[in-house]
């Protein structure tokens, strides 16, 4: 039972902003907001996390909205790179961590 | 970012053998290490969470007496798969976090094949 929703695939031209959303409507007032991207066969990346505030990074930015129940993670000028399965999930403290089905973002040349 | 180790990145094994697979903490001190397996195109299925110096929580359907977690120190904890078969065949892969806020970090996962 995931706590997240994400869309199953999602396509961008090289070069331009990915916008991937994620909604989490049961998240509790505790619980932080992280986004993961796994490349075939590695391990997951850390990519960025935030609690309310909208958050950059060197790798992308996270907006979420103020109700926190959905959020966006932003790649600024997606390339060939970039193509993987990106995995938005809650968790607060010591509590599992657990992902839902991802979405898979391929970067069109 | 923080880097965690995982070792094998690869393991073959006999049926009704055991394996182990290590998670490292390298550079940082890991309060809870959660274990996860992957089968081709499906997502990261948690098998448990472990908290130095305690016993694992394990997700239901999970054999705690077949999957042997030890989380001895916050630097390192072991996976132990008991008389695997082939049915275990997965991709297996480690992370640890420091605590509240933080973000947790991955291994690069390994790829255990019961023949």
């Known amino acids: 039972d995931a706590k997240t929703t994400q869309p199953p695939s999602m396509d961008c031209a090289e070069g331009r902003a990915a916008n991937l959303p994620c909604n989490h409507s049961t998240i509790s007032g505790n619980e932080y907001v992280y986004w993961y991207r796994q490349i075939h066969s590695q391990g997951p990346q850390y990519i960025i996390h935030g609690l309310k505030n909208n958050e950059t990074n060197e790798m992308a930015s996270l907006i979420i909205t103020e109700d926190r129940k959905s959020s966006t993670l932003i790649l600024p000028h997606a390339t060939l790179r970039d193509t993987a399965v990106y995995y938005c999930?809650?968790?607060?403290?010591?509590?599992?961590?657990?992902f839902g089905t991802g979405t898979r973002l391929t970067i069109i040349p | 970012g923080a880097v965690v180790s995982q070792h094998p990145s690869w393991v073959i094994c006999k049926s009704g053998t055991s394996v182990k697979i290590e998670c490292r903490s390298l550079?940082?001190?890991?309060?809870?290490m959660f274990w996860y397996r992957q089968f081709p195109k499906q997502s990261l299925m948690l098998m448990a969470t472990s908290n130095e110096g305690s016993k694992a929580t394990y997700e239901q359907g999970v054999e705690k007496d077949k999957f042997l977690i030890n989380h001895a120190s916050l630097t390192l904890s072991t996976l132990t798969v008991t008389s695997a078969h082939p049915e275990d065949s997965s991709f297996y892969i480690c992370?640890?976090?420091?605590?509240?806020?933080?973000?947790?970090?991955f291994g690069q996962g390994t790829r255990l094949t019961v023949v």
């Open positions: 992370s640890a976090k420091t605590g509240t806020g933080a973000e947790a970090f």
């Open positions: 550079d940082f001190q890991a309060t809870t």
């Open positions: 999930t809650v968790n607060f403290g010591n509590e599992k961590l657990t």
